[in-house]
T-cell receptor
Framework: SQELEQSPQSLIVQEGKNLTINCTSS?????LYWYKQKYGEGLIFLMM?????EEKSHEKITAKLDEKKQQSSLHITASQPSHAGIYLC???????????????????FGQGTILTVHP | KAGVTQTPRYLIKTRGQQVTLSCSPI?????VSWYQQTPGQGLQFLFE???????NKGNFPGRFSGRQFSNSRSEMNVSTLELGDSALYLC????????????FGQGTRLTVV
């Protein structure tokens, strides 16, 4: 099973509609990153969440981290065609600690959510 | 501030050959991580370098290797290419990496024929 599950796998919305993408971890979360990707291109950093209950917003995108549920949600308000793309969540599953820790550099990613916004 | 630069953007190689990909991180960033992205497996962690030292490694065969230079630029090398190595290779740059913002390059699209 996936360590990080995203839902839904794909989403088609009409411009102006709100939408939510969820990311659920099967392991303890020590950090959660959200990225957007256009097909075949690099990942665009959206937000990083570290603490339970943390919520961040950028323009019309808000992300929250629910530590108890080991879950994060990404909410887009009044969607626009420019929001279309693949949304990926990436988790830090290991606590940073002493030298030799295995947390360095490794983000575990979900399979992504493909968002289509119809004008 | 310039972003993360990966070169080349596209590569076509023949099975059995080797390839070297380059990643120049954001100025001041010392951590570089590499990922492989394929339609079937998604994004998978290859390895991470910090101050010229490999600190972490994913579950890839020894044909995949990397290094980091004193200016934080990193290269990854794949020897004896296989068809299954065809993928988008992405590098991520961050100041320290542990729970700091990580920015990705545009990737190198490798096609093995």
């Amino acid at each position: 099973s996936q360590e990080l599950e995203q839902s839904p796998q794909s989403l088609i919305v009409q411009e102006g509609k709100n939408l939510t993408i969820n990311c659920t971890s099967s392991k303890t979360l020590y950090g959660l990153y959200w990225y957007k990707q256009k097909y075949g291109e690099g990942l665009i950093f959206l937000m990083m969440l570290q603490k339970g209950g943390e919520e961040k917003s950028h323009e019309k995108i808000t992300a929250k981290l629910d530590e108890k549920k080991q879950q994060s949600s990404l909410h887009i308000t009044a969607s626009q065609p420019s929001h279309a793309g693949i949304y990926l969540c990436g988790a830090v599953h290991h606590q940073f600690a002493r030298a030799g820790g295995t947390s360095y550099g490794k983000l575990t990613f979900g399979q992504g959510t493909i968002l289509t916004v119809h004008p | 501030k310039a972003g993360v630069t990966q070169t080349p953007r596209y590569l076509i190689k023949t099975r059995g050959q080797q390839v070297t990909l380059s990643c120049s991180p954001i100025s001041g960033h010392r951590s570089v991580s590499w990922y492989q992205q394929t339609p079937g497996q998604g994004l998978q962690f290859l390895f991470e370098y910090f101050s010229e030292t490999q600190r972490n490694k994913g579950n890839f065969p020894g044909r995949f290797s990397g290094r980091q230079f004193s200016n934080s630029r990193s290269e990854m090398n794949v020897s004896t290419l296989e068809l299954g190595d065809s993928a988008l290779y992405l590098c991520a740059s961050s100041w320290h990496n542990v729970n700091t913002e990580a920015f990705f390059g545009q990737g190198t699209r490798l096609t093995v024929v």
